[in-house]
C-alpha cells in the first residue's frame, strides 16, 4: 500500500507537470493529493515530512512573488546578465528575418500534427502546369548539356533569346510588371525540369529569379523602380546579377569591405548628393554578361549629408554595368560548368542617392532585406536541383541496374546494389516531400527562415548522397565522361549547391539551430533581451514571470520525456490511424527529447554555445530530421495516403530516427557535464537504443518499386525530363528499361537452354539465338525480340570514346 501511494503521488505530480497546469492549479491539487495520503495512508512519518517540506518550499517559490523576485530573480539576474550572449544588430537582423513556421512547433516539443495537415496541398495553376509541359519541355530540347559544357562554355544564342522571349527570367515577377508571377512551387518546378536536362541551363535560368535584383524589388522597391526596372527584367531586356560575396567577405557577409561614402558629386552635369562606390566581388553568377548590377555594401556619411548617424550600416543598389568604373567581363570557371560565373569590381562609381533599392529609406537596411530574401531563395531553387538529382537517378540509375548484368544476373539482385539504390530510392521520396512542404510554406506567405535553412542544407547533401550511389552503381560506365554519360556532370555540379547560398558546414553548425533556439524557443529571445536592458522595477517583474514560465516549460518537458521513454512513446496521440501511426508518435516524442535537451544546453553553456558548434549542430540535425520526417507524412498524407507508398514513408522516417539517435546519442556523450548527460540518456532512452536503420527487408521492398514500371515510378519522378532522341543517354536507358520485362522472360527460356545442354556454350550470342530457333526453344518473333533488346542493352552499357588526341571531344 505504501508503494502504492508513492506511485499515485509521483504521478499526480508528474501529470500536472506533464500537462503544464497553471500554478494556482498544481499547488491545490498536490496538496490535496499529500493531504489525502497523510490522513489515509500508511506511508513513514519522515517520509510523509520530507514530501511537505519538498511541497511547501515549490509552493512558496511558485506562488509568493515577493519572495521569489528577491531571492531568486535578482540573483539570476546578476549571474545570467554575465553568461548570456549578446545579440549584434546583425545577428539581429538575421533573427528577425523571415518567419517560423512548423520548424517552431517541433522545436517546442509539441508538434500538432493536425494543423500541419490540415494546410492545403501546394498544386500548380494550369498555367503553370502549361508552361512546364510546353515552353520548359521546349527548352530542354534545344539543350544539349555536352555542347554546352565542352565546346560552347556558354548557352547558344538561340537558348539565350528563348529564355529572354518566353520571359523565363520572369517567372517570380508579378504579372502587373509582365512577369508570369508564378508560385514558388511552378518556380520550383520548373528548375527542376530544366536541371534534370541540364544544371548549367538551371543555374542561369533560376538566379534571375532567387535572390537577386528582381526578387529584392518586387518586395522592397520604390513605385519608380518597380515600373522602370521590372517590366525590362521579365523581358529579358535586363540581365540582373547581384553581387554579396567578396575576397574577405563570404559565409560571413556581414564583413562586407566594400564601401559607399555618402558625398557631393557631379552626375550627368549636375551636382548632387550621391554614393561614391568601390567594391570588389567574386562568384557571382550571370555577371559577365549582366547589364544591370545590384551590390551590397557598406555605407557612411562622414559628413551626416543624411542628417543620420556616420555608419549606416549594409546597403544594397541597383546600377546599369555601363556605368563608368565598372567592371565585368571576366568569367570563373566553375568546375567546368558552363553557367555565368565571374568577378566585378567598381572603383569611384558615382551614383545617385535613389539608385538604392527601397530608395533613401532602406539606406543600411540591406542585411536584413538579403537575410529575408535568401530565406525564400534557399527554399526554391538549390531544394529542386537537388530533386532534380534524385528524380534523375531513381529512374535511370534504377533502370540500369535492372539492365545491366555481372555474373550472369542483373547488379540489381545483388544486395550490396540493392542497398545502394535502396539509398536513392528513399531520399528522392524525402527530397521531393521536402520540395513541395517547403515551396508550399512560401506560397502561404511565409517568409521560412529556419526551415529554408533546413531545406537547403538537408537536401544539398542528401543530393550529393543519392549522385554518389549512383556513380558506385554504374562504376565504369559513370566516370567515362561523354554524351553518354548523364551522371557526370550532375556529380561535377553538386558541390556548388553545397557551397552557395551559405556553405552546408556553416548552416549546419551555425545556422539551423543558432537561428532556430532563438526564434523558436517561447521564452529565450524575451529573457535575453531583458538581461541586456538596464536594471529596473519592471525589468525584474517581466523577468520574473518568463523565469517562473520557463522553469514550468522544462519541468514539463522533463516529465513528459520520462513518460514517453519508460512507454516507448506508444501512448502518444497520433492523428491517424494504421501503419502510419507510429511515426507521429515517435516524431512527437523525439520532438519532446530537443526540446528538454536545447534547453538544458542553453542553461549550461550560455553564450558560450555560440562556439560550441558541435553541440549546436547535434540539436540542429534532430531539428532537420524532424522536419524532413514531417514533410514525407504531409507529402503522404496530401496524396491521400496510398497503398504504393507505405514502405517508402516507413523507410524515411525509420531513417530520420536513426539519424536522430545518432545525433542524440553524440550530443549526450558530448554534454558539457558528463554526469547530466547520462542521466539524460536513462530519461529519453530508458531501454537503451530506440531506433535503427531500415531493414533489409525495407530495403528490398522499396527497391521493387524502381525495377519496375508503374505508377508510382512515374508519379515519383514526374517533371524529370525524357527526350524524344533515341540517342539520348537516358532515353535509351528507359527504351530498354520499357521492353526488359518481356525480354526477361524470353532470357529466362534462353538460359535454361543453355545450362541444359540444348544451346552450345562457347558460340557467339547470334549463333546461340540461331541454335535456339532451330532447336524450337525460342519462335521467331521471341528470337527477334531478344536480339533486339540485347542490342539495346549493349548500347545502354557501352561508353564514350574519342580520338588519341581527344581532339574529337571538341569537334
Known sequence: MALLQVIILLAVVLGLAFVQVPVILWTIVVAATLLVISIFGHLNIFFLVCCWLLFAAAAIFANHKTLRRRYFTRRIIEVMSQRMPTISNTEREAIEAGNVWWEKDLFRGRPEWKKLLAIPKPKLSSEEQHFIDNEVNTLCSMVDDWQIINQDRDLPENVWNYLKQQRFFGMAIPKEYGGRGFSALGHSTAILKIATRSVSAA???????????????????????????????????????????????????????????????????????????????????????????????????????????????????????????????????????????????????????????????????????????????????????????????????????????????????????????????????????????????????????????????????????????????????????????????????????????????????????????????????????????????????????????????IISNFARNLCYGLTGGKLIHSPISGPIARCYRQLTRMSAALALLSDMVMLILGGNLKRKERISARLGDMLSQLYLASAVLKYYQDHDQPADDVEYVKWCVDKCLANIQVACDELLHNFPIPALGKLFRWIIFPFGTAYKRPTDALYHKIVRTMLEPSSFRERLTKYIYLSPDSNDAVQRIETAFQKAPQAELIWKKFQIALRNGTLPKVASFEDQVRSALKADVLTDDEAVALTEFDALRREVIKVDEFSFDLNSIVS
Open 203 to 553: 543555374v542561369n535560368t533560376m538566379v534571375p529569379n532567387s535572390l537577386g535584383p528582381g526578387e529584392l524589388l518586387v518586395h522592397y522597391g520604390t513605385k519608380e523602380q518597380k515600373e522602370y526596372y521590372l517590366p525590362r527584367l521579365a523581358k529579358g531586356e535586363e540581365i540582373p546579377c547581384f553581387a554579396l560575396t567578396g575576397p574577405e567577405a563570404g559565409s560571413d557577409a556581414g564583413s562586407i569591405t566594400d564601401t559607399g561614402i555618402v558625398c557631393r558629386g557631379n552626375y550627368q552635369g549636375e551636382e548632387i548628393i550621391g554614393i561614391r562606390l568601390n567594391w570588389d566581388k567574386r562568384y557571382i553568377t550571370l555577371a559577365p554578361v549582366a547589364t544591370v548590377l545590384g551590390v551590397a555594401f557598406r555605407l557612411y556619411d562622414p559628413e551626416k549629408l543624411l542628417n543620420k548617424k556616420t555608419d549606416l550600416g549594409i546597403t544594397l543598389c541597383l546600377i546599369p554595368t555601363s556605368e563608368a568604373g565598372v567592371e565585368i567581363g571576366n568569367r570563373h570557371l566553375p568546375l567546368h560548368l558552363a553557367f555565368m560565373n565571374g568577378p566585378t569590381r567598381g572603383k569611384d562609381v558615382f551614383v545617385p542617392l535613389d539608385w538604392i533599392i527601397g530608395g533613401v529609406e532602406m539606406a543600411g537596411q540591406g542585411w536584413r532585406m538579403l537575410m529575408e530574401c535568401l530565406s525564400i531563395g534557399r527554399s526554391i531553387s538549390l531544394p529542386a536541383l537537388s530533386t532534380a538529382c534524385g528524380k534523375l537517378t531513381y529512374r535511370a540509375t534504377g533502370a540500369y541496374a535492372r539492365l545491366r548484368r555481372q555474373f550472369n544476373t542483373s547488379i540489381a539482385n545483388f544486395e550490396g546494389v540493392e542497398e545502394a539504390l535502396g539509398d536513392i530510392a528513399g531520399s528522392t521520396y524525402l527530397l521531393e516531400a521536402c520540395r513541395m512542404m517547403t515551396a508550399g510554406a512560401v506560397d502561404l506567405q511565409i517568409k521560412p527562415a529556419i526551415a529554408s535553412a533546413i531545406a537547403k542544407y538537408n537536401m544539398t547533401e542528401l543530393g550529393r548522397k543519392v549522385v554518389d550511389h549512383a556513380m558506385d552503381i554504374h562504376g565504369g560506365h559513370g566516370i567515362q565522361v561523354g554524351p553518354r554519360n548523364f551522371l557526370a556532370h550532375a556529380y561535377i555540379a553538386i558541390p556548388v549547391c553545397i557551397t552557395v547560398e551559405g556553405a552546408n558546414i556553416l548552416t549546419r553548425n551555425l545556422i539551423i539551430f543558432g537561428q532556430g533556439a532563438i526564434r523558436c524557443h517561447p521564452y529565450i529571445l524575451q529573457e535575453v533581451e531583458l538581461f541586456a536592458a538596464p536594471d529596473s522595477t519592471e525589468k525584474t517583474k517581466k523577468l520574473d514571470g518568463l523565469l517562473l514560465s520557463h522553469i514550468g516549460y
